[in-house]
């Protein structure tokens, strides 16, 4: 794939909610986090709802199932039915039932979302390798997943039997930190068998398919906190994305990153859908956003001025991916970012 490598943040003079007609919400990290709704998530919805925005929620959580989430989400204050809710369950199903013939028994290590997205396709989850599997499906499967699953998991695999998983993201936000993700998991197993999966979830091209698929989206708009998934995802996809800094992602992170982690947008939270963004223009020998200036110097980057803290970290990822080009910026943040708070 051929794209142009993206040297600054871009800006718009209209709302984000009026130049897009779908919102590819993530959800941990984006809408909610520990179960509880982020700051300013509930009315930012509800306004780019009303102006007429599609809001779709697209979570690489293989466990729960579409209705669980569009419930939770209605308990939040935020109105959604289960066919605006895209699980990489979802994704992987689809992906197994093109290349297995309707009715075949898939053997699942995880929860009751990969069961339910595999009777959708017409596929029969069963729990055992002697059950005599087309393929072995794995996703998150919660922190009660016993150990034994991995292992039946491994017989299968071991016998030739194709291996799929729902995505590989090795952390996943709780209540308490960090805790490890479906892709730690995935390690387990690809370390007892030698094996590869086949994997659908964000970033990867069968996530986004299932999305585009489920929405009907023209001009749809990734809206995430990560930038190896969500951003990642939209690059994949060739579609635009906005960053929203109340998750996993911090502003080091987001200098440091390569071109296919770079955002079109990057806003503080979900308000960044209903503003335009402010342009970064080239100015004395750096990039100027708001009241900063930013400049790539000899070891580190250098920031200058006053003003919001958001235009002077567009204005250094500016300074930062232009000098990284297609590579990935070196030079020391530290001192920019303390000057930002960030």
């Known amino acids: 794939m051929s794209q142009v490598v993206r040297t600054r943040p871009e800006g718009s003079g209209q709302a984000l909610s009026e130049v897009y007609d779908t919102a590819l919400l993530d959800l941990d990290g984006v809408v909610y986090a520990g179960g509880n709704a982020i700051a300013h998530a509930v ?22 199932t579409p209705d669980t989430v569009a419930d939770h989400l209605t308990e939040l204050g935020i109105p959604t039915g289960a066919d605006d809710v895209i699980t990489s369950a979802q994704a992987v199903a689809r992906l197994i039932s093109e290349q297995v013939p ?28 002697e059950d005599d599997p087309a393929a072995v499906v794995q996703g998150y499967g919660g922190p009660e997943l016993q150990w034994a699953r991995f292992a039946e998991a491994c017989y299968a695999i071991a016998r030739g039997v194709p291996w799929y998983a729902s ?32 994997v659908a979830g964000k970033p990867l091209p069968p996530m986004h398919r299932e999305t585009i698929l489920r929405t009907g989206a023209r001009r749809p708009l990734v809206v995430g906190d990560r930038l190896d998934t969500d951003i990642e995802g939209a690059f994949n996809g060739e579609v635009d994305s906005l960053l929203v800094l109340t998750g996993v992602t911090d502003g080091a992170q987001l200098l440091a990153a390569p071109p296919q982690h770079r955002p079109t947008y990057v806003d503080a939270d979900l308000r960044g859908l209903l503003t335009g963004q402010p342009e970064v223009s080239e100015a004395d020998g750096g990039f100027r956003c708001g009241g900063w200036t930013a400049k790539a110097g000899s070891d580190r980057l250098e920031l200058d001025g006053d003003g919001e803290a958001l235009d002077g970290l ?28 960030l």
């Open 43 to 64: 009315e930012s919805l509800a306004t780019a709802r009303a102006g007429g925005m599609h809001l779709a929620y697209v979570t690489n959580n293989a466990l729960r």
């Open 102 to 129: 309707e009715g075949s028994q898939v053997l699942v290590i995880g929860g009751e979302g990969l069961r339910v997205a595999l009777r959708e396709r017409g596929l029969v989850p069963v729990e055992s390798a």
């Open 167 to 198: 995505n590989t993201d090795l952390t996943i936000p709780s209540a308490r930190g960090i805790a490890p993700g479906n892709g730690a998991a995935v390690e387990v197993v690809r370390i007892a068998t030698g094996a590869e999966p086949q």
């Open 314 to 341: 567009r204005a250094l990822c500016a300074a930062a991916w232009t000098a990284a080009g297609d590579g990935v910026c070196e030079l020391d943040p530290g001192k920019a970012l303390a000057r930002l708070g």
